[in-house]
């Protein structure tokens, strides 16, 4: 039967149950458990930093009611170069991917749902989302392919030491947990914020959450799209647990990416309505100073922050 639509299909193939429901634990046991990570997993990541952006937001009012607005980017005292191009077209290709696998994606998840039968309809129906969803996949796969490189040229320029355990690094170091309870006594007392260096302990989770999140979304999603090939060397239960994790691993990445995300990035009191250094690559020296007050000591004192000086970015450009 299977292979009147699916030529090829063995007996892993049609092990699948297209009718599993992963939340009755006594039949499909491994399948609910899966489907318990993720609750707990997107419980515990909403639910930290969800109440994180609320403090971060209440301190924000506090502290523009006792100083007045924050003051706006002024680049007359210059510009310091924090993104290069291909960091900058690296993270386009992720806005534009993102988003067209997310309303491609999310009709073919809720397809019996009425408002995902609206957004199927906009794209063509469901051939066409199923046809663009999988070029978006593409371009993701290849948009996560070029950062690898990228990845691997600054380890082959600053050395493994440097890349894994330095100031620069995208993994978490002690650092990162006196610069949280840093910030939540700012939350709740005020005063300074903690002097940070590169990045950040929550553009470190958003970092290695999409790092991550893309490699477990691609990997099951091929699954997903090769069935009948992955079947000749996985079993079937392998496909149900793959629409699961893909499933939610989707979810959880749409959700933090609108919420979270947008909250540290855009919508704080500091940076409202846009913080635009991820697209014009630079930003004021005055601003570096203050949010990255380690990283601008370390710079100055190396004497790297020479190299570090740019030009402001036009007006147009910015806008």
Known sequence: ??????????????????????????????????????????????????????????????????????????????????FNRVDRVNHGLVIVTFFGLALTGLPLLYSDKGWAQVLEAMFGGVYSCRLLHRIFAV?????????????????????????????????PRFNDLRDLLGMLRWFFVGGNKPRFDRW???????YTAEVGGS???????MFLWFPVFFSAYLPGWIFNVAMIVHGFEALLAVGFIFTIHFFNAHLRLEKFPVD???FTGRLPEEEFKHERGAEYDRVVASGEIAQLRVK???TWYRR
């Not at 290849?142 to 620069?168: A, D, E, S, Y």
């Not at 950040?200 to 958003?206: H, I």
């Not at 490699?215 to 999603?221: D, L, V, W």
């Open 1 to 82: 039967t299977c292979r009147k639509c699916h030529p090829g299909a063995n007996a892993n193939f049609a092990s699948f149950a297209p009718h599993a429901d992963f939340r009755n634990s006594t039949r499909y046991p491994l399948l609910h458990y899966v489907y318990l990570y993720f609750v707990i997993m997107m419980s515990a990541a909403f639910g930290f930093f969800g109440l994180h952006c609320i403090l971060w937001a209440v301190r924000s009012t506090i502290e523009r009611i006792k100083h007045g607005p924050h003051p706006k980017p002024d680049y007359s005292k210059g510009a310091i170069q924090r």
């Open 139 to 171: 371009m993701l796969i290849g948009n996560f392919l070029v950062h690898g490189v990228g990845v691997v040229r600054r380890f082959k320029k600053m050395g493994i030491k440097q890349m894994l355990l330095g100031p620069t690094t995208m993994l």
């Open 312 to 314: 402001a970015p036009p």
């Open 215 to 221: 490699a477990i979304i691609g990997i099951t999603g």
């Open 276 to 278: 635009d250094v991820m």
């Open 200 to 206: 950040t302990y929550w553009e470190k989770f958003d």
